[in-house]
């Protein structure tokens, strides 16, 4: 599904700033891996490059979604191919509803394959049904997208956008930060419930709790821009008990 | 001729005035000696200059209209078709229709509302109809500037609305200022006056738009007395074409527990001027004042908005929103005066911009003027662009970055949209709305997005 070589990539327009620096990562179809590190190992980052955003510059390596380069794409292109990234911190936009921004969202996407538009009617039927299913406030997405929302409901949002966008491959940047146990296991249950042998996912986590809810096939330990561990759910829970001492040992920074 | 003359381009409308007075022996003296001393006032103003000390036009460049001719004559027919095409329209609505300043019956659309009394402001002039007669340039007279001089000078008809006491009007009442199809370009002075008995209510949209493509210019005057307690909620939408001039002036006077509301739509003419000010001049009056105007090309658009508190327990809002591409030029000249027996008095103003290109001019100066010592007062104007972060939250759910920016400033929009209350011109300005952003983002560049 998605291969990743040797990705290095630096802040645009700043010198000597690369802070991804040779990342390699197989996803195959169907699985979910959790990528884990300590603050400033490049998590985000590496989710926000895989996504397109042009705060980043890729300075050496390969990206292929189903053996197709993705890493001359705009997002939109990336988000057209089946790509999702749900944020850390979702953008707050007045004046612009949940409904409407995914209608185009959907619109846009069905446009670029060449496919007719859904119809308001059908659409908003689906809507209805992803709000539900997500147990996000019907009043809520009546309101401006994220705007005076609660953290929690921020990351609800992102899960209803999930759910009504259908993505292959759908990376979680640091969803659960900020959420409480209760709404952690909705993030969960959202995840689990859209899990198929046809979609992949990349959780970015600090901690080990969401991955109680989420178990991954596959666990990443990153630090200091490189994977430095590779590993079972097992590896997740070394990390809860350990903590990341030894790997920022390993790669000689201070912990 | 030459602007070195002064006062700036008079002669231009000399001969018209001369004709105009030749033509009406027959208006009341009061009229004509009213005129006279409009016409006395402007010849010795001429046209505003941004000469240095003239704070009121400091920011706008009047040189292409005093460098234009305009004829000053009632122009070609117009049919009720044309005037649903350009202007918001609901049948259930009383509309009145002012062609190039003359109010005509034909068009307008009247159901004969018990309480209400609208038509021609020449009939209502020359039946002396209400208090007409002191009421007329009164709020907007020859004394106050050049535009209300010349107005004033040329006086003649436009639109009459009075609503007795206690009269709540349901439907909307529309007045459309109109100018004909014609390639000549004209001026045209219509008014319109108000007057709203105590504890009536009023839903009010006044609108100037023009079926011509050539150069017009319109310098319209409106004047609203609201009686006791009474309410007036206005809409003004002003989009002539962008060759034309519009410099209107709308005065109201407000006494004890009235409440009037504005909300501007401002897209038309090369040069826009909405000159509002509203007298807060009796106990509990208040008034909010809100608007969105959006421009591109060389579009030239002023909001010069003022507030008098005159009396204490007074409450004024102003708060504006503009959307600006292309090289464009906006002015908020928001302002508000507290006299010094006003106290209680509460007074906000806001003015955000989207600013969509380079190439475009905001100046935004909110000001207050506080003569009194107990008063609550904010103020605040911002400049902002599309934010890079938002525009790739949007672009990450598949949305084309021309589309997500067309979301992001119909989202700045909506806010102002959703002021627009009575069906058929929220619909109206929505869809005109629309039909501007791909000419906005059309003119925007990479501003905030690199």
């Not at chain 1, 089946?82 to 911190?89: I, V």
């Not at chain 2, 040189?63 to 078709?81: M, Q, Y």
């Not at chain 2, 209502?124 to 106050?144: C, M, N, P, Y």
């Amino acid at each position: 599904m998605l291969e990743i070589k040797n990705l290095h990539a630096s802040v645009l327009d700043i010198e000597n700033s690369e802070i991804l620096k040779g990342i390699n990562l197989s996803l195959g179809k169907g699985e979910v891996h959790a990528i884990m590190g300590p603050n400033g190992s490049g998590k985000s980052t590496l989710a926000n490059v895989l996504m397109g955003r042009p705060d980043y510059e890729v300075t050496d390596g390969e990206v292929t979604l189903e053996g197709e380069s993705i890493l001359e794409l705009r997002a939109d292109q990336r988000a057209h191919l089946g790509m999702f990234l749900a944020f850390q911190y979702p953008a707050e936009i007045p004046g612009v509803r949940p409904w409407q921004f995914l209608k185009a969202a959907l619109d846009s996407k069905a446009e670029s394959r060449g496919e007719d538009k859904m119809s308001v009617r059908n659409f908003s039927k689906l809507f209805d049904e992803k709000v539900e299913a997500v147990g996000i406030n019907p009043t809520l997405v009546k309101r401006s997208l994220n705007e005076g929302f609660s953290g929690g409901e921020k990351k609800r949002n992102e899960m209803l956008q999930l759910e009504v966008l259908q993505p292959t491959l759908a990376i979680l940047d640091e969803t659960d930060s900020g959420l409480d146990v209760d709404a952690l296991r909705i993030v969960a249950e959202g995840v689990n419930s859209m899990r198929s042998p046809e979609r992949s996912f990349i959780v970015v986590t600090h901690y080990q709790r969401l991955l109680n809810y989420i178990t991954p096939d596959v666990v990443h330990i990153l630090v200091k821009g490189q994977i430095v561990k590779t590993g079972g759910p097992e590896l997740a829970l070394e990390v809860e008990k350990n903590g990341y001492k030894e790997y920022l040992d390993a790669v000689g920074a201070n912990a | 001729m030459t602007l070195a003359t002064s006062p700036a381009a008079v002669d231009k409308f000399s001969a018209a005035y001369e004709s105009f007075v030749a033509e009406s022996v027959s208006a009341p003296k009061w009229l004509k000696d009213m005129r006279q001393q409009a016409w006395d006032t402007f010849a010795e103003l001429g046209l505003p200059t941004k000469r240095r000390g003239n704070e009121l036009w400091k920011y706008t460049n009047l040189r292409p209209l005093a460098a234009a001719d305009f004829e000053f004559s009632v122009g070609g027919s117009v049919t009720r078709n044309q005037i649903k095409a350009s202007a918001p329209w609901d049948d259930v609505w009383n509309t009145l229709v002012v062609v190039d300043g003359k109010f005509n019956s034909e068009l307008s659309n009247l159901h004969g509302t018990v309480g209400l009394n609208a038509g021609s402001l020449s009939e209502a002039i020359s039946s002396g109809t209400g208090d007409v007669e002191s009421q007329l340039a009164s709020l907007a007279g020859h004394e106050e500037y050049a535009f209300t001089a010349l107005s004033t000078a040329f006086v003649d008809d436009g639109a009459y609305i009075a609503l007795d006491a206690g009269t709540k009007l349901e439907a909307p009442v529309q007045v459309v200022f109109v100018t004909s199809d014609a390639a000549v370009s004209r001026v045209s002075y219509p008014r319109l006056l108000v007057d709203s008995g105590d504890g009536s209510s009023i839903v009010l949209i006044e609108t100037h738009v023009n079926l011509s493509e050539s150069a017009q210019f319109s310098a319209p005057v409106v004047e609203m007395f609201a009686g006791d307690s009474s309410t007036i909620r206005h809409y003004r939408v002003q989009m002539e074409n962008e060759s034309s001039f519009h410099l209107g002036t709308t005065r109201i006077h407000q006494l004890g527990d009235t409440n009037f509301t504005s909300t501007t739509f401002a897209v038309g003419a090369s040069i826009a001027r909405n000159d509002i000010h509203t007298l807060l001049d009796a106990p509990g009056a208040s008034c909010t004042l809100r608007g969105l105007y959006m421009t591109s090309g060389s579009q030239q658009q002023d909001q010069e908005i003022s507030t008098t508190h005159a009396k204490p327990g007074c409450q004024s809002d102003q708060f504006y929103k503009g959307i600006l591409s292309g090289k464009s030029h906006a002015v908020f000249s928001g302002k508000v005066i507290v006299m010094r027996d006003a106290q209680k008095s509460e007074a906000s103003q806001k003015d955000l911009n989207l600013l969509l290109s380079r190439g475009v001019e905001i100046d935004a100066k909110p000001s207050l003027e506080i003569y009194a010592d107990d008063v609550i007062a904010a103020h605040g104007a911002t400049a902002g662009h599309v934010d890079r972060d938002t525009l790739f939250y949007l672009q990450s759910r598949g949305v084309d970055e021309e589309a997500a920016k067309a979301i992001l400033v119909r989202g700045f929009a909506e806010e102002m949209l959703n002021e627009f209350k009575p069906q058929a011109l929220n619909d109206f300005v929505e869809r005109i709305t629309d039909e501007r952003i791909p000419v906005l983002l059309a003119e925007s560049d990479s501003l905030g997005t690199t």
